[in-house]
């Protein structure tokens, strides 16, 4: 069992729950983004809600063997959140931590500086692995994971249940005693803010709103010409793409940006970095453009732009892309990228009419790229 002791951060202190502290209580728990991401949590939620909490259901996660505290802020009092440990397995001296900040504290850090908190003070307790789950699409709480030293293992499918019955998937975290302090690196650091930018063509992350145009730019006759499919996707496909997007990116599986016209902000197509092997720090370039916006060199601003971001930001030291041995137009974006060319694979893709050889260019950092500006 763990001590009912009280935890004190830098600007936090983390102490049980108290009768008073019901308003408080409302007022993080009774939000629209806490109901969506805890289907648990009562929806609308009400002083009775919080009440029940405070007597009922928090006694009973320590009566269980687990842990819950308020989080408190040091100066003005305030209850802001709450955090705890659950599912704890004694026999196996893991555990899974959850928590929830309220709206109005939400952007100061103290999710990270909370988990961070109860992380040394599980393992000082006994416990040899520590848990955390989040949704996939739930990349705030993603973040806290990574900063609060938690290393994401991979996604369990259908593992979770929705507020309206459905299945959902988690991404599974965890965090052991001799991990390394502090934060968990990323193979694919953010973009700076706003983007990065030549002056004359942007690129910035996927978003949902950029939907529309995606689905646009990938049922387009001459992307899908070339695509690997050959054939055009669904809407939800392509909106299943844009959702997974921000974790995957989070994940350092790949970094997927839409290309903008600098001068008008219009979406003129797409393009990707996917990391091939971590471990030898190779990537893969791929992109496209949409029709309108061809023949203005847009597509090389992009690739040169997004190809140096990957040596200089996220540290890969070989990038390579592919195009079809037919697609002279794709395969001179490359060339003026300052991609060199390798030579052909043989029958390297499926597609629609049959597999498609591939030629293959590669560029690498101490390649002589074109001059833009970051």
């Known amino acids: 069992m763990f001590p009912r002791e009280e935890l004190r951060t830098a600007r936090l202190v983390l102490r049980q729950l108290r009768a008073e502290d019901v308003d408080d209580v409302c007022a993080y728990a009774a939000d629209d983004e806490s109901a969506r991401w805890i289907p648990t949590l009562a929806s609308p939620y009400r002083r009775q809600d919080a009440r029940r909490w405070i007597e009922d259901d928090v006694p009973a996660v320590w009566a269980s063997g687990g842990a819950q505290f308020a989080v408190s ?30 709206r109005a504290a939400r952007g100061q850090g103290y999710a990270t500086e909370a988990v961070a908190a109860v992380a040394t003070w599980a393992f000082g307790h006994g416990i040899a692995r520590l848990e955390l789950m989040t949704d996939p699409a739930n990349t705030v709480s993603q973040r806290v994971a990574l900063a ?42 953010d973009l700076p803010p706003g983007g990065r930018t030549d002056g004359i063509v942007r690129l910035r992350p996927w978003g949902t709103g950029d939907l529309p145009a995606l689905v646009a730019l990938e049922t387009d006759p001459d992307v899908v010409r070339w695509s690997l499919r050959g054939e055009p996707p669904t809407p939800e496909q392509v909106a299943a793409r844009v959702r997974a997007a921000p974790a995957e990116w989070l994940a350092g599986m790949h970094a997927r940006c839409v290309i903008l016209d600098a001068a008008t902000g219009e979406v003129a197509g797409s393009v990707a970095v996917w990391v091939e092997s971590p471990a030898t720090r190779l990537g893969n370039l791929g992109y496209a453009l949409g029709p309108g916006h061809r023949g203005r060199g847009l597509a090389t ?32 974006v490359l060339e003026r990228a300052g991609f060199r060319y390798e030579g052909v694979l043989r029958s390297y893709l499926p597609h629609a009419v049959g597999r498609q050889d591939v030629a293959l260019y590669s560029l690498l950092p101490t390649d002589r790229v074109p001059d833009v500006d970051g």
């Open 301 to 332: 601003r992009a690739v040169t732009l997004l190809a140096r971001w990957a040596f200089e930001e996220a540290g890969l030291e070989r990038v390579h892309a592919g195009a079809a041995v037919a697609n002279t137009g794709s395969r001179r």
């Open 73 to 102: 802020e040091r100066g003005s009092g305030r209850v802001v959140g709450g955090i705890g440990l659950h599912h704890v397995s004694w026999e196996s001296r893991v555990a899974e931590i959850g928590y929830l900040i309220g």
């Open 148 to 189: 609060a030293g938690f290393t994401r293992e991979g996604v369990r499918r259908s593992a979770g249940r929705a507020r309206d019955g459905s299945r959902t998937d988690h991404v599974a975290w965890a965090r052991l005693p001799d991990d390394p302090p502090g934060r968990s690196p990323r193979q694919l650091p």
